[in-house]
Structure formats: C-alpha cells, structure tokens
C-alpha cells in the first residue's frame, strides 16, 4: 500500500508523519488474528494479564513528555 503524508495542521508544508492505511484484506486478517489469539488471552491468569498491563502502563509513562512532544509537534 502506498505511504500517506499527512501535514502539520499550522503549516501544510511540514509532512509530520507517513503511514499506510490498511486495506479492507489487511483488516480482515487483523480481526481473524485476534480472535484466535483471544482464547490464549483468556486463559492468560489475571495476575499475568495485570503485570502485562502494568508494564504497558509503565512504558507510557516512561515515554510520556516524548509521546507529548509528538502529539503537539503533529
């Protein structure tokens, strides 16, 4: 699929960021990869799918002034 610029909303001369939009057959297989990945998820402990998520959580964290920067720079 083709890369998309997409500009910078105060100055449309500055391309912020590039990305591919999926296709309809690209998304199909997102959703069938995740429905058979859902019965391992489900039979994942609770106490594992919470220290997944806290190091998710953590790693937000870490990366929060950088994830703002990108979010005021776009």
Known sequence: APLVDRQSPNDAQIVTTRTV???KDVAEQTLTLAANAFPAWRDT???KRCEM???TADYF???????????VYE
């Open 53 to 55: 998520l806290r190091r």
């Open 21 to 23: 939009y999926a296709t």
């Open 61 to 71: 964290r870490e990366k929060r002034f950088e994830m703002a920067a990108w979010m």
């Open 45 to 47: 402990s609770v106490e």
